[in-house]
């Protein structure tokens, strides 16, 4: 039984169909890389994932349990589950790093405040952020940034965790440090699904790779077989345009 | 100019004066912050609420920013009692203070609400956060930030509009002045030293909304 299922979703941008029906499954621990070009889906996809774009048919399980994203709590129960990063960092200007990775825990989790802030310095130092927690975003450089919402997503204790190309709004110098976070992670056994536009990080840390266009899946497989030996056109055009440089 | 001036007999009042002052500011306070809180409620449900309500709420802030404070006062104060509400010249002039006070916030309110960025709703939201959470630690710092300057002149608009209640037999300052001014008829002396009573007012006050944006908010405004 696979954590995450999702069985020919559908969304659309007023009019304009995003998914049209895409199907894709991840096993506990995997790390399912998301490539493709731009305006494919692969954002829309996951944005549909956690609700902020509400599917417009088919479906999604997680945990063999059905999302119905039109009610609250299946809604909450699946937010429980899952977190999300994003490209923009969105982290909360008005807060400290700290309160940023503890606000969720602590107000709408309910969980101990000990618990929470030694959980917190935790991820805080293991990101390479820990000197900076009284800073606020305003303060910090896009990478570091990006790096404490990585903490704040992973303080929830998700089970699968959502990275909406997280380093594409970066400097060029700053997205290794984001990168060697995530790659840390990946050794966790955090189930994740990565869109990203850094073709070398996907091939290294995915243990499956998923080519989207036009908001369907084009192609998966593991990473070797869409870099190396595509079977579909599409996917051989795509890969090839982007190793060239 | 042959005018002596004489200053003892205000001084000798000054008490009196004073006392009137604590009530201008006790009017600004209740305009201020019942007005703040109908207005945020008047900002959220003009961004984000149903498009009748933000009808509703558009018609309200129009009409009393475009009538004179003191004819929507002046209004209350004689169709109250016709309605058969009778209440004191006081509550009627707060009330119509809060009325207009709320619609001029909404606007001032509205432009800080507009101005969350959508990233950080939308993080809010996969946080689990609810409508009433995401409005207390995500929208309302956000707004009291963004415009803690024009909140902090709207405050001092209010002080100094206070004087309108001495139109309704309220004695607040300019009340008391005006009392003073017609026993000892020392009318420059008693408006002159009034003047000053309300700089000071005005000086304390945005002096200590200032420090209080930088202690609380992190707005780096200008004291000086």
Redesign the interface.
């Known amino acids: 039984m696979p954590q995450l299922d999702i069985r020919d979703l559908h969304a659309h941008y007023g009019r304009e169909p995003v998914l049209q029906g895409v199907s894709l499954s991840a096993e506990r621990g995997e790390v399912v890389g998301l490539i493709g070009p731009s305006g494919s889906g692969k954002s829309t996809l996951l944005r549909a994932l956690?609700?902020?774009t509400q599917p417009s048919a088919g479906e999604v399980l997680v945990d063999d349990r059905r999302i119905d994203y039109r009610d609250r709590a299946s809604q909450?129960w699946l937010?429980?589950r899952l977190?999300?990063v994003?490209q923009?960092?969105?982290?909360?200007?008005?807060?400290t790093v700290l309160r940023n990775v503890t606000?969720?825990p602590l107000?709408?989790?309910k969980r101990s405040k000990a618990e929470v802030e030694a959980l917190a310095t935790t991820l805080l130092d293991k990101v390479g952020m820990g000197h900076k927690r009284d800073a606020?975003p305003d303060e910090l450089s896009g990478g570091q940034q990006q790096r404490v919402a990585i903490a704040?997503a992973l303080a929830?204790r998700p089970e699968i965790l959502l990275l909406d190309e997280v380093t594409s709004a970066l400097d060029p110098e700053r997205v290794n440090e984001v990168l060697d976070t995530i790659r840390a992670l990946t050794r966790e056994g955090i189930t994740m699904l990565i869109v990203s536009h850094e073709m070398a990080f996907v091939r290294e840390v995915s243990t499956r790779v998923v080519m989207m266009d036009h908001g369907r899946v084009v192609e998966t497989g593991p990473p070797a077989q869409i870099f190396d030996t595509p079977r579909e056109d599409r996917t051989r055009q795509f890969v090839s345009r982007i190793l060239r440089h | 100019m042959n005018y002596d001036f004489d200053y003892a007999d205000v001084l000798q009042q000054l008490p009196y004066l004073l006392g009137g002052a604590l009530v201008s500011l006790q009017i600004a306070f209740v305009a201020f912050f019942a007005g703040a809180l109908l207005g945020l409620g008047g900002a959220l449900g003009r961004v984000h609420g149903p498009r009748p309500l933000q009808r509703a709420i558009g018609a309200y802030v129009t009409f009393f920013t475009n009538t004179p404070a003191l004819v929507q006062v002046f209004f209350l104060y004689y169709a109250l009692p016709d309605a058969g509400v009778l209440l004191s010249p006081l509550t009627c002039v707060l009330i119509g203070f809060v009325l207009n006070s709320a619609a001029y916030l909404t606007e001032i309110l509205r432009a800080g609400v507009v101005s969350v960025r959508r990233a950080e709703l939308e993080a809010a939201a996969t946080l689990n956060m609810s409508r009433l959470q995401i409005v207390r630690h995500v929208i309302l710092p956000h707004v009291t930030r963004m415009i803690y300057a024009p909140l902090s002149n709207f405050f001092i608009i209010l002080v100094l509009g206070s004087s309108m209640a001495a139109l309704f037999g309220v004695e607040e300052l300019t009340g008391r002045a005006i009392n003073v001014s017609t026993t000892n008829l020392r009318t420059i002396e008693t408006f002159s030293v009034v003047a000053v009573i309300y700089i000071l007012i005005t000086f304390v006050a945005s002096l200590s909304l200032a420090l209080l944006g930088r202690w609380a908010f992190r707005v780096h405004a200008r004291i000086f």
């Not at chain 1, 923009?88 to 807060?95: A, E, G, I, V």
């Open positions: 956690v609700g902020l909450r937010r429980e977190a999300i994003f923009q960092y969105n982290l909360f200007q008005n807060m606000i969720a107000e709408i989790q606020y704040r929830l």
